[in-house]
């Protein structure tokens, strides 16, 4: 099964870890939840400086949608413009200010990210920073996939192992966006 990626995407925070279950399509029994990092995610001046870690974005579509993606994106896949955000973008300007309770300063460009393919398993939990709420105070938050009776999403990277890969998707289970974050 593929999943594109959406040619836009809103930008969400960085993803600093993550409890992820393998288990390859067809087979029953899980392996042990594994504790997957997000290799060196750094932030300076804010959510400008990206380095080594992993983007958490969205389609602007994916606020309040039945059955939204999550997308984690490597920064080797990314090239940030830091643009004033051109009116065109009013369903991702909508999507931001939901998603921060702000207008959005820059918009980000991205180079097409290879397509996230290969069926891994589950996601449980997720650990992310991000400024949402916040105008720049930068807040770890942490979302149990499994909290109030929920069932963890399925996750899908472009390789076969999350440490090769430079995307990744979180799709299903009981998982939703909204302006109270990942819920």
Known sequence: MSYPIPNTLVFLGVAVEADLIHMPQGETDCDKIQTYQFFNTHLKGGMNVLADGWIMACSPKAFDAKNPS??????KSVRIDF???QAHHKTPMEAFFLWTQRDPDKTLMINQPPPANKYYG???????LSDKW???DIVEYIHDFWE????PPSIFFDKQYPELSRTAEIVGGTMRLSEDGII
């Open 70 to 75: 999550l997308y984690l994106l490597r920064p």
């Open 83 to 85: 643009d004033a955000p």
């Open 122 to 128: 589950y996601i449980t939990s997720i650990n992310y």
């Open 134 to 136: 916040n105008d720049g």
């Open 148 to 151: 109030n009776d929920g069932q």
